[in-house]
């Protein structure tokens, strides 16, 4: 049996381990925290300033330039998170009281993991994954790499031109297409913008003799379609990001994920009305 002194010094020991398993279960070891993206450095930054906006964090500094910000942690207003924006990745990492050399606090760092899966999120799920030497010192990645952005660089761009009739369609700029969709792939279109991101818009086309009837752009026999636009509440989100800068006005539209045509929307009829809209 134990003597009183030994059971003090046991109780010591136990104690004193207890606490020192549960300060180290407080902090972590430091990762990287990195979220990839196929969109312009510039449009990418302008997203993680939305998102951080959209999540509360408050920005302590940032240098437009180089696309870096720090956003002050909601855990600690001596705690932040700096992020970098670099071609095709952005980079997040802790910084401030809650980081002791290689190890960041839990609270702090559960925080960077939410703000980087929600970055992921809103970039479209893209991860980054890290590759390791092999014995032989040959690289050897994790499988096939993600299906790339749609590239619209070799394709041909929309034009704008009113209605050869105004009293039948208005008087606003429709957008023609330089090609030939059949009426019935209006379900499999879709917007791509400069971000990556697929817009959110109801798509259609519409065949008449008085629009997009333009001999010097259109080539085709039978008459090129023009683009629609529609849903007014989807349409004035897209204006709003547009005038703020976050998206640039170039899109390309994709039929079933296949790249046809370049887009200016800066130029698209209900886009204009609804950039005017916001201007007043």
């Given at each position: 049996m134990l003597s009183v002194g030994s059971k003090r010094a046991l109780c010591g020991v136990v104690l004193g381990l207890s606490l020192t398993l549960g300060c180290a279960g407080r902090w972590q070891p430091a990762n990287s925290h990195d979220v990839a993206f196929q969109a312009e450095p510039q449009a990418a930054y302008a997203t993680?300033?939305?998102?951080?906006?959209?999540?509360?964090?408050?920005?302590?500094?940032?240098?437009?330039?180089?696309?870096?910000?720090?956003?002050?942690?909601?855990?600690?207003?001596?705690?932040?998170?700096?992020?970098?924006?670099?071609?095709?990745?952005?980079?997040?990492?802790?910084?401030?009281?809650?980081?002791?050399?290689?190890?960041?606090?839990?609270?702090?760092?559960?925080?960077?993991?939410?703000?980087?899966?929600?970055?992921?999120?809103?970039?479209?799920?893209?991860?980054?994954?890290?590759?390791?030497?092999?014995?032989?010192?040959?690289?050897?990645?994790?499988?096939?790499?993600p299906a790339p952005v749609a590239d619209g660089g070799a394709m041909p761009a929309a034009w704008t031109e009113p209605a050869y009739d105004p009293s039948v369609w208005g008087n606003g700029q429709f957008t023609c297409l330089p090609v030939r969709v059949p009426a019935d792939h209006q379900g499999a279109l879709t917007l791509q913008l400069s971000n990556g991101e697929k817009a959110d818009l109801q798509l259609s086309l519409a065949y008449d003799a008085g629009l997009c009837r333009s001999p010097a752009q259109c080539k085709q026999s039978s008459g090129c379609p023009a683009l629609g636009i529609g849903d007014a509440e989807r349409v004035n989100r897209l204006a709003g990001r547009l005038s703020r800068g976050e998206?640039?006005?170039?899109?390309?539209?994709?039929?079933?994920?296949?790249?046809?045509?370049?887009?200016?929307?800066?130029?698209?009829?209900?886009?204009?009305?609804?950039?005017?809209?916001?201007?007043?």
């Open positions: 993680v300033l939305e998102v951080a906006t959209a999540k509360g964090y408050t920005v302590d500094s940032k240098d437009e330039a180089a696309k870096k910000v720090r956003l002050q942690s909601r855990v600690s207003s001596k705690s932040f998170i700096d992020v970098e924006v670099a071609p095709g990745l952005v980079k997040l990492a802790p910084a401030g009281n809650l980081v002791r050399g290689d190890k960041v606090h839990k609270t702090l760092n559960n925080e960077v993991n939410n703000l980087e899966a929600d970055l992921k999120q809103r970039f479209g799920g893209g991860q980054v994954v890290a590759v390791a030497p092999t014995a032989s010192g040959s690289v050897v990645g994790p499988g096939p790499a998206v640039a006005s170039q899109a390309l539209l994709l039929d079933a994920g296949k790249p046809i045509a370049n887009i200016d929307l800066s130029r698209h009829g209900s886009i204009v009305q609804a950039m005017s809209e916001i201007k007043r």
